[in-house]
């Protein structure tokens, strides 16, 4: 679901680097709430900030966003990685061992905030994908709308990468 901006992810020296490059892209994607990766707690967490205290309108969204970052991290090395454990703030839809089952680890409900927890250890692991070098190419590629966006120029910058997404497909 990252499109062409996931694949500059790909290219980043570690898993912990590339997860906080998809943070990083995140206001491409959406906007309705922000993800952070936080590597100074006891455990590395990527936390997702909602807007209000009513969770339940955007659990169906929130379990997507969850899920694709989990499945990005799953899959970025031939080894499949899990994460510890999910947490979600808002009460399951499901029951709730479909979501360990999908998901590859477990997933409890009513938590304080929605969070994946990450081995420390496997965001040091190195990607096989890594290139730098093309990595910076393509981020300069993005540069411009990202700036365009910063300065306002909010249709420009999401005209832009509209476009170049769809330029790749058949």
Same mark, same amino acid.
């Given at each position: ?64 966003? &969850?899920?694709s970052y989990t499945? *990005?991290? %799953?899959?970025? #090395?031939?080894?499949? !990685? ?6 979600? @703030? ?21 938590? &304080?905030?929605?969070?994946?927890? *990450?081995? %420390?250890?496997? #965001?040091?692991?190195? !990607? ?6 093309? @990595? ?32 790749n497909k058949s």
């Amino acid at each position: 679901c990252f499109s062409d901006l996931g694949y500059v992810a790909m290219l980043s020296p570690t898993v912990g680097e590339m997860l906080q490059t998809t943070v990083d892209i995140q206001g491409f994607r959406q906007n309705v709430w922000k993800a952070r990766l936080d590597f100074e707690a006891n455990q590395v967490q990527l936390l997702w900030d909602l807007p209000d205290d009513d969770h339940g309108h955007l659990a169906a969204s929130i379990e997507f966003s &969850v899920a694709s970052y989990t499945h *990005f991290y %799953r899959s970025c #090395l031939p080894v499949r !990685l899990t994460p510890k454990a999910i947490r979600f @703030q808002h009460q399951p839809r499901f029951p709730a061992a479909v979501y360990s089952e999908l998901l590859g680890c477990p997933v409890a409900f009513g938590a &304080v905030r929605t969070r994946v927890e *990450f081995d %420390r250890d496997q #965001l040091k692991l190195p !990607l096989p994908s890594a290139n730098p070098d093309l @990595q910076r190419m393509l981020q300069a590629t993005y540069a411009a709308p990202v700036a365009w966006l910063a300065n306002g120029r909010k249709h420009s910058g999401l005209t832009y990468l509209y476009l170049a997404g769809e330029l790749n497909k058949s």
